[in-house]
């Protein structure tokens, strides 16, 4: 009998808020332990929960980007177990009425399960709950950090969709891309701020109902998931709902957003990473590569469309940003950034140049490639111009005049170029009339030498042909 996995993803990603759920600490990785701590997140006897309002608003926020439904009525719920990252013995979260409820993800994935390039992963339900402490075992003492305790937390599980670890790793990927440009959360998983359970079941190929599922906790890293599809020994049996003995919060009234609250943080959906990417090879037939560079830096996607939309030719704006704005960029941030290190600057403390720190206006992108599309230039020259003005700033036209880069598209000068060089080449050209018509490039690049690389090499071409056949 064949098997097939059958793979759930339970995800957990720390929501970008100021300040915790339920009191007013500073929600901020990296400060010294139990320093970002009060009554209300240490759960101390008759401390009251006062809801964080913005992380209501991004749990909303996070099912209109994953195409949920937003119920009108939701609640908070105790979930109560002893463990020594929870003072309070239990967690507050959302159990049987969550704020947002049945969407999906939509992901490009070729693999088992897609449909036409794409994996779909039906959500059931993304919901609000609060991060515990952070253990730390030592050689004969363990330790709990309390800054995590209370920071708000969204709980995104999964239908089980899934096929394997690839499209496992796909929709992580394309999960916290939206999360991370929809300004939910940052996502950096280094800090900790996106954790997976994975739920596995095995069942007979072609059959519907799951097998015995295993849960894996917190998998801290993409690469994580992976590993779960080779070898997992069991180190506890999944806890059922009743064991939890789950109950209304009494000190929170229940969720009823109004139709102002609710289009206020409509307002704030941004055009998913997917919808771009298509957006822009259709729209500015863009190839597919392309167009993943800019769905992956939504600045540099919105740099080149104001650019593209005022184009005749997209294409040639992509391959100016992607080829050389993105590498000059960082051929400065690199040399900046040693610079910065000398003085003993912090790696996280770098200024780094961005799109906003350019010194020359877009539309200075805009005019360099029509410069080369008029054939004022060649390519080379405009590689020239370009360094030139991410350099100082300067007009494309003013450096063209500046440096006399200028192509020579005056018939009579290249004439007289080309009778030069057929004059001190006699053995291409009787090679060429003999039918090795490949030397006509030997001849091109002549002529280039003789005008300094300034004449037009398409009239070079034509005249030089037409001295040949004559
Ligand atoms: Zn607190």
């Known amino acids: 009998m064949e098997y097939e996995a059958v793979i759930g993803l339970e995800t957990h990603v720390q929501l970008k808020t100021k300040s915790k759920m339920w009191c007013g600490c500073a929600n901020q990785y990296g400060s010294e332990p139990n320093t970002n701590v009060c009554p209300v997140c240490l759960g101390m006897p008759g401390v009251l929960p006062v809801p964080n309002e913005e992380a209501l608003r991004k749990t909303v926020l996070t099912g209109y980007l994953l195409n949920c439904e937003i119920p009108r009525y939701a609640k908070f719920d105790r979930k109560n177990y002893f463990y020594p990252d929870a003072s309070k013995n239990y967690q507050l979260t959302q159990y049987d009425k969550p704020s947002t409820a049945n969407g999906f993800v939509e992901f490009e994935f070729t693999g088992p399960g897609s449909v036409n390039g794409l994996g779909r992963v039906r959500i059931t339900r993304a919901h609000l709950e609060e991060d515990v402490g952070k253990l730390t075992h030592f050689d004969r003492t363990s330790g709990v950090d309390f800054n995590r305790a209370g920071v708000p937390l969204l709980e995104i599980v999964s239908e089980p969709d899934l096929t394997g670890a690839d499209m496992a790793y796909a929709y992580l990927n394309a999960l916290t891309e939206i999360l991370h440009q929809g300004g939910v959360s940052d996502c950096d998983m280094e ?280």
């Open 191 to 470: 800090k900790g701020m996106v954790r997976c359970d994975v739920n596995i079941s095995v069942r007979p190929v072609g059959t519907k109902e799951l097998g015995a599922k295993i849960e894996i906790k917190n998998m801290n890293s993409f690469s994580g998931v992976d590993d779960a599809a080779g070898i997992t020994e069991e180190m506890r049996t999944k806890e059922n709902a009743h064991d939890y003995r789950y109950f209304p919060e009494p000190d929170m009234m229940p969720l009823a957003p109004t139709d102002v609250w609710l289009a206020e943080v409509k307002s704030r959906v941004i055009e998913l990473p997917l919808a771009r990417k298509q957006r822009f090879m259709r729209d500015y037939q863009l190839p597919a590569g392309d167009a993943e560079v800019f769905k992956g830096n939504v600045a540099l996607g919105n740099y080149f469309e104001g650019l593209a939309q005022q184009s005749k030719n997209p294409k040639a704006v992509a391959n100016w940003i992607i080829n050389n704005l993105l590498a000059q960029l960082a051929e400065a941030n690199e040399a900046e950034a040693e610079e910065q290190a000398a003085l003993g600057v912090e790696p996280a403390d770098l200024k780094l140049s961005t799109l906003a720190d350019l010194k020359f206006p877009p539309a200075a992108l805009l005019e360099l490639v029509a410069l080369v599309e008029a054939r004022t230039i060649s390519s080379s020259a405009a590689q020239t111009v370009f360094a030139e003005m991410f350099a100082t700033g300067k007009a494309p036209a003013a450096i063209v005049q500046e440096k006399g880069l200028a192509q020579v598209s005056d018939t009579g000068a290249i004439e007289q170029f080309c009778d030069e060089a057929l004059a001190a080449n006699p053995k291409f050209v009787a090679d060429y009339k003999a039918g090795k018509v490949a030397v006509l490039n030997a001849l091109k690049g002549q002529v280039m030498k003789l005008s300094k690389g300034k004449a037009n090499p398409a009239l070079v071409g034509e005249i030089l042909e037409r001295k040949l056949k004559g």
